[in-house]
């Protein structure tokens, strides 16, 4: 009874040996939770031993309360950057109202309809262009050629808007006059995306007419155009 008894104290104090000592051969820190009380009270916390046998206790409240000030401190130093970049833009000077506007009109993307279509290669792009320089304030630029009531000259490489477009030709159902019933018609749909880095704008416009009016709807797609530019964007471009 006695070995019994001593063999049953013996097992567990053996396998607790065995695992502190394979604890402190790992080389790591043991940590664990404890209730740390001081003269406020009770404080929870994370105990850590290191591998020379040193403790240290962190306060969990502690570390949660640099946490959350970190935070704080990034948030307030974006604030602060967005109130400087406004600053800036305000004391900017703008343009103004009877100042030049550059667009820079990107070769329009045709799908292969529309290719097929085209009679003469550009003419689609042509359209466009004399539809847009029809605005004394509209100046278009490619590269360092400016272009003006068909004549070119120099002009910023920079400009202030890009204009890119899209034209295709689709099937689309609409209502007949004579009959007021539903029915297919072959259209021509000019898409535009207009871009501005100051102020930042991103707008997009479209038209859709019958393909036998392709020029009548490349002027109210040029109009949309126009309006953006001009009403939008306008204002608050930097002046030259």
Avoid: W
Wanted: aromatic share 2%; charged share 25%; net charge positive.
């Amino acid at each position: 009874m006695a070995r019994s008894r001593l063999k049953s104290v013996m097992i567990p104090g053996c396998l607790v040996m065995v695992c502190l000592a394979l604890a402190a051969c790992s080389g790591g820190p043991y940590t664990s939770k404890v209730n740390r009380i001081d003269g406020q009270g009770t404080k929870a916390g994370v105990q850590e031993t290191d591998q020379d046998g040193q403790t240290t206790i962190q306060n969990t409240l502690d570390s949660k309360t640099k946490r959350q000030g970190l935070g704080q401190h990034i948030t307030e130093q974006r604030r602060a950057k967005k109130v400087e970049q406004l600053e800036t833009l305000r004391s900017t000077p703008r343009r103004r109202p009877n100042d030049p506007i550059y667009v820079n009109l990107m070769p329009p993307v045709l799908d292969s309809k529309m290719q097929q279509a085209e009679k003469s290669k550009g003419a689609v792009e042509r359209q466009i262009r004399i539809d847009l320089t029809s605005d004394s304030i509209i100046k278009l630029v490619e590269g360092d050629r400016m272009f003006s009531g068909g004549t070119s000259r120099a002009a910023p490489s920079i400009a202030d808007v890009e204009v890119s477009p899209k034209v295709s030709i689709k099937d689309v159902y609409v209502l007949q006059s004579h009959t007021g019933k539903p029915g297919k018609m072959t259209a021509v749909v000019f898409e535009a995306t207009i871009t501005c880095q100051d102020p930042p704008v991103t707008s997009t416009v479209s038209e859709t007419g019958d393909m036998l009016q392709k020029v009548e709807t490349s002027k109210r797609f040029a109009r949309q155009i126009k309006q953006v530019i001009l009403e939008r964007i306008g204002p608050g471009i930097p002046a030259h």
